[in-house]
């Protein structure tokens, strides 16, 4: 789906490369969505993004964050206990459901607006491999605020460890002078 705000040529997937550019800014346009920059950058690649499928059909995310020891989480969180934050696993999802928002269309820049319930079920440790995220949009508004709420799992070698609800992101206008 292209409309003017698009810079790039949307992607079934998109490299870290990709994604790091997109946090430079100016990826869907000037003003527009842009992921975080690294290290809150919290993943590698999206292997899958689309306008639909997913748990309600109505689009779906998997992205994925190679797990290494060297991370910067591990080294203070916890000394002795190492284990990535479950705050980071969150934000993961928002910025998933961010992403989704300006790769699909819509102007503005993406906020964290709430969540509805969270349940964590394991760690992410330094022993950890690959996590994967798996977003089902569940709901997507357009217009004036743009608002998308969106179901998300993470797993940790195929172990689901993190379930959310109703994430919701919305696409915040500038505004004039």
């Known amino acids: 789906m292209t409309t003017p705000h698009d810079f790039h040529t949307p992607k079934s997937g998109y490299s870290k490369e990709d994604l790091i550019r997109s ?18 950058l919290m993943m590698d690649r999206i292997v899958e993004i689309g306008l639909d499928g997913g748990e309600f059909g109505k689009g779906r995310v998997v992205a994925e964050l190679d797990i290494n020891p060297d991370l910067w989480f591990f080294a203070c969180h916890f000394v002795g206990d190492p284990v990535m934050p479950g705050c980071l696993g969150l934000d993961a999802m928002w910025q998933v459901i961010g ?16 969540v509805g319930e969270v349940r964590f079920r394991g760690d992410v440790t330094p ?18 605020l743009a608002l998308a709420v969106a179901n998300g799992q993470m797993f940790a070698d195929g172990v689901a460890i993190y379930a959310a609800s109703d994430l919701r992101v919305g696409m915040i206008q500038p505004v004039e002078d």
């Open 127 to 144: 022993r950890t491999k690959l996590v994967r995220y798996e977003v089902s949009l569940k709901q997507v508004r357009r217009g004036r």
């Open 23 to 40: 946090g430079l800014g100016g990826y869907f346009g000037p003003g527009n969505a842009q992921l975080p920059a690294p290290p809150m």
């Open 99 to 114: 992403y989704w928002l300006g790769w699909s269309g819509s102007p503005g820049k993406g906020r964290a607006l709430g």
